[in-house]
């Protein structure tokens, strides 16, 4: 016997931990990224906020901080722009005298990006966000989970209350980002270890698995559909990435492999796609690897495995399992966009309102408190 | 380790009035000397730890926002001797037969204010009377199943009951994770004495709830109904629920059918609900009987009650023997129902709806304490040796103004326990609130939750005015039970 209202806050907790784990771990692999480019190459942290779909409400907390700077006062597409102009010239200029704007840009730019993403109270969708709504959701339904999962998200929400703020130095931000992705995993696996798999048990993994999926599709819709678009995104181009030219380029040319690798990361999947693949680390092959592959537990034909079997153990799942055949084919269509960025883009996006139109049919069928 | 004394000593539960620590205390009084005020420090501090993460909670409401606060816990546990918890507990257990067979009594033929015991006047003017309850039987004749009185020890060592607290009581979760606490921060105490455990109070809960099951079900499906998340008690109702393995429900989850049973909306649709653990107020159970805007109960819920297919605990009206008043009456109650003398003294109460009473009290507000008849959580409360002479000019205005809705008790020296503030351990008033249970059969927790003022010389153990608690052991020295 579950309640409906107890069903729904299930299912949101597992959403909003999941999200919390997700972004962590988002900007986990871009801050590694980072770090593996030449000091030179500056990486943009916004489309990480077009990932976590926040845009909007980023441009709003930044116009707040740059009031001050004239130089960073651009909204996010407009500084893209500028950006890659910048970038043209630069590559008749040559020198590092000659960076279009302050070298910190970069690193302000980060700061702004992350601390929107983790520790912003305002963001909806930041890590702390996430979390203390997790807590909200899992606190009123305390009789159905067992103590220790409680208790493991009691103990994050008191780190991240008192530690998110500190979060702007990169080292202290990364150890912040691990403990919040090793919490979450924890706390899977209290529930996983020590929870009747009961209807209240499926409804948690209901909402991580959904949460999962479409995280998924916006790294790709995003992340990879931009490191597709970019001049020399296709390796062999521009010889496997060892060939670097003295340019605008090289970011997404020569350090190819490097982004996809970051790719790959921001999803926990290199290793296991190293494993799966055995051989170079090639975009399509990334794609394919994260949409189509039916057992990392991260690619979303797994996912939607993962979700079937979870509804088929739920009563009447006839109407939500429909949605999921429809997911399942907009995934189908998407296979031939691998190769090309905007088709991604696009492609991704039909699958996140699939995805939406599921997690619909799910709440009219099980969460609704209906008269 | 020194404990400063006030002049007129009020009775130390640990101590006697030579410092000789009690018997039944000296080997946590010998542990607690032997660490020093630094471990003792460092054992307060994780048992906070553990208070924070174990996510113990209440909610404080200040400017309209709830805020979700640590329960305040001392570490310095409160003793009681085992002979003489077991005959308060024997009063204990008397006191709420009487309670429970008055209720049954002015909802149904009033045979005691028919043979002149009770005023009938105070019946049709409590603010807890229900009329809509008249004529109904509850099982066993039993309403309040779950009530919590408070109890206090005057400087001779008496144990008063204060007030029996018959509606929605709460604070037992606490008693069990106090002593979850507890047990980590002394083990080596609990390794050595026999303190009787709490934590059979839940598994008792939940025996008695579902002996309140309507006749012929036999696996009943009982309900924890809360007000929800911002309820101080909120922690609580998830607590017991929890532990019973009972459905935690709000209001908007339970529907009363055309069958006039309860149901719950559940993922599968609507199932039955047998019992109800009901922890918000009578007047918003039902909006189709009581308060109309009330967003919290459960239209038809009195319908379902009265036929009989849901039982309720506290049974609604089960508060008219709650009341400030009423307690007044209730040695007489013993004497009327039972034909046996109060175990467990009253606190003298003078009533000012009665003209010599009232000029007494208005003659002596000074030495008394003021209580207005329906509040709780220490609301309204004047202390009359501690107000400004205007506090007692409006106190004299109310009680003229609404006689009916005040009563006075001399001022109690509360008794203290040592406490641990800052680096000293310092004495401190104390109040218990044990938790009895009335179904066919009765229950009283071993001890119950002592309440610490922790503001020097506050006499205000109510946890959302600055009180905070203790573990309370009840200690058996494995001797002489009757001469203690």
Not at chain 1, 243 to 264: F, P, T
Not at chain 1, 282 to 307: N, T, Y
Not at chain 1, 316 to 332: Q, S
Request: glycine share 8%; charged share 25%; aromatic share 6%.
């Amino acid at each position: 016997m579950l309640l409906s209202r107890v069903a729904d806050r299930l299912y949101w907790a597992a959403r909003y931990i999941e999200r919390a784990e997700d972004t962590a771990r988002l900007v986990r692999a871009h801050g590694e990224l980072m770090a593996d480019l030449p000091a030179h190459v500056t990486t943009r942290w916004e489309p990480l906020v077009t990932v976590v779909g926040s845009d909007a409400q980023f441009e709003r907390s930044l116009d707040g901080h740059r009031s001050q700077s004239r130089s960073q006062s651009q909204s996010r597409s407009q500084s893209q722009s500028q950006s890659q102009s910048q970038s043209q010239s630069q590559s008749h200029g040559g020198g590092s005298t000659q960076l279009p704007a302050d070298p910190r840009l970069g690193e302000g730019t980060e700061m702004a990006v992350a601390s929107f993403l983790v520790s912003d109270r305002s963001n909806a969708n930041s890590v702390i966000s996430c979390v203390i709504a997790a807590r909200e959701n899992l606190r009123t339904t305390r009789d159905t989970v067992p103590r220790d999962g409680w208790r493991t998200l009691n103990d994050l929400y008191l780190y991240v209350s008192t530690e998110a703020d500190r979060g702007r130095d990169r080292r202290v931000r990364e150890r912040f980002l691990n403990r919040v992705i090793a919490d979450s995993r924890k706390l899977d696996g209290v529930l996983a270890t020590a929870m009747t798999h009961d209807e209240a048990y499926v409804m948690w993994r209901l909402g991580r698995a959904l949460e999962r999926a479409n995280m998924t599709t916006r790294v790709l819709g995003v992340r990879a559909a931009e490191v597709l678009s970019a001049p020399h995104a296709v390796i062999g181009s521009n010889g496997g990435g060892v060939v670097i030219d003295d340019g605008a380029d090289e970011l997404d040319g020569a350090h190819g492999e490097i982004q996809w690798m970051g790719v790959l990361r921001s999803v926990q999947g290199l290793q296991m796609y190293s494993r799966a693949v055995r051989g170079p680390i090639e975009g399509p092959s990334v794609v394919r690897f994260l949409l189509e592959h039916d057992r990392f537990p991260r690619a979303v034909r797994a996912l939607l495995r993962e979700i079937r079997r979870a509804l088929a153990e739920l009563p009447d799942p006839g109407v939500p399992l429909d949605a999921v055949d429809h997911v399942e084919a907009v995934l189908r269509e998407s296979a031939s966009s691998s190769t090309d960025g905007a088709a991604l883009d696009d492609a991704m996006d039909s699958l996140q309102v699939a995805i939406a139109t599921l997690d619909r049919r799910i709440t009219d069928r099980y969460l609704q408190v209906g008269p | 380790m020194t404990e400063t004394r006030a002049a007129r000593s009020p009775w130390d539960e640990m101590r006697d009035a030579d410092g000789v620590p009690r018997p039944a205390s000296e080997a946590v009084l010998g542990v607690i000397d032997r660490l020093g005020v630094e471990e003792l420090h460092a054992r307060q501090a994780t048992a906070a730890a553990d208070i924070l993460t174990m996510g113990i909670t209440f909610t404080v409401y200040s400017d309209g926002t709830g805020i979700d606060r640590a329960w305040p816990f001392d570490v310095i546990p409160r003793v009681i001797e085992a002979g003489e918890w077991a005959r308060i507990e024997r009063g204990l257990v008397q006191r709420l037969h009487a309670l429970n067979q008055f209720i049954d009594d002015v909802y149904n033929d009033r045979r005691i204010v028919a043979d002149g015991v009770f005023p009938a006047d105070l019946l049709d003017d409590s603010v807890n009377y229900r009329v809509e309850c008249q004529g109904v039987h509850p099982k066993f004749g039993v309403w309040a199943h779950i009530s919590g009185s408070d109890l206090v020890r005057d400087s001779d060592g008496t144990m008063y009951v204060l007030e029996d607290n018959l509606r929605v009581p709460s604070g037992v979760s606490y008693v069990m994770e106090n002593r979850a606490v507890a047990k980590r921060a002394f083990p080596e105490v609990f390794a050595r004495q026999t303190i009787a455990p709490v934590d059979a109070y839940t598994d008792e809960l939940n025996k008695l709830l579902a002996s309140l099951a309507p006749e012929g079900v036999t696996n009943p499906s009982i309900a924890v109904l809360t007000p929800g998340i911002f309820n101080s008690a909120y922690f609580e109702h998830a607590f017991l629920a929890q532990r019973m393995g009972a459905t935690l429900v709000e209001g908007g989850d339970l529907a009363v059918q055309d069958d006039d049973r309860v149901y719950m909306r559940t993922i599968d649709g609507l199932e039955p609900v047998d019992v109800i653990y009901r922890r918000i107020d009578d007047l918003f159970l039902d909006p189709e009987v009581f308060n109309p805007e009330s967003q919290l109960g459960v239209p038809g819920l009195m319908r379902a009650w009265k036929a009989g297919k849901v039982g309720i605990a506290n049974a609604p009206g089960a508060g008219v023997a709650d009341d400030k008043v009423v307690y007044a009456w209730v040695p007489d109650m013993i004497r009327y129902y039972l034909g046996e003398e109060p175990l467990m003294p009253n606190v003298p109460t003078y009533r000012c709806q009665y003209d010599d009473e009232r000029r007494f009290v208005l003659d002596n507000l000074r030495e008394l304490v003021l209580k207005p008849a329906n509040e709780s959580g220490g609301y309204g409360i004047l202390i009359g040796n501690r107000a400004t002479d205007a506090q007692l000019a409006a106190q004299v205005e109310s009680i003229e103004g609404d006689p009916r809705n005040w009563v006075a008790q001399p001022i109690l020296d509360l008794s203290t326990a040592p406490t641990l503030i800052g680096d000293a351990i310092e004495p401190r008033h104390v109040d218990l609130r044990p938790f009895i249970l009335t179904g066919e059969t009765s229950y009283v927790t071993a001890g119950g939750l002592t309440r610490v003022a922790l503001p020097k010389g506050s006499l205000v153990v109510n946890s959302s005015q600055g009180g905070g608690s203790k573990d309370t052991w009840i200690v058996d020295l494995g001797a002489q039970w009757e001469d203690y």
